[in-house]
């Protein structure tokens, strides 16, 4: 399974990309995997202000529905339009296309929270 090195993880399965002071989050190839084929995708709005932690999205696949998480706390500046046509997008390219939404952090100590590849590997491996 693939953990890119260069990003951020959460327990809760979001990958984080960071630049400039903004991170585009998705959902790792692990958590896609797990949901198989995903169907819609209900997407937070620009300038929503969110907590780290709290339920910001849905994903829905043909098993279940499930809430992504804010990863960290600050303002939604974009999101992935391209998903309300593709949702298939997600388990295609969860580290590329499949991205979900942009957010501009509030506290850049706030990545200090985060798990890099090993320890979320290490996280996957214990059967969380």
């Known amino acids: 399974m693939e953990f890119p090195q260069d990003l951020y993880y959460t327990e809760t399965h979001e990958w984080l990309r960071v630049?400039?002071?903004?991170?585009?989050?998705?959902?790792?190839?692990?958590?896609?995997e797990q949901l198989r084929d995903v169907v819609f995708i209900e997407l937070p709005r620009v300038g929503k202000k969110v907590k780290a932690k709290d339920p910001c999205a849905v994903i829905e696949s043909v098993k279940a529905a499930f809430d992504i998480?804010?990863?960290?706390?600050?303002?939604?500046?974009?999101?992935?339009?391209e998903l309300e046509g593709?949702?298939?997008?997600?388990?295609?390219?969860?580290?590329g296309l499949g991205w979900?939404?942009?957010?501009?952090?509030?506290d850049l100590t706030q990545l200090q929270t985060l798990l890099n590849a090993q320890?979320?590997?290490?996280?996957?491996?214990?059967?969380h």
């Open 100 to 106: 979900m939404f942009v957010l501009k952090m509030e």
């Open 69 to 81: 998480y804010a990863p960290l706390s600050g303002t939604i500046t974009g999101v992935n339009k």
């Open 119 to 127: 320890a979320y590997a290490s996280i996957i491996k214990e059967g």
């Open 19 to 32: 630049k400039d002071g903004e991170v585009t989050v998705g959902i790792t190839s692990y958590a896609q």
């Open 86 to 95: 593709q949702p298939e997008l997600v388990n295609k390219d969860p580290y």
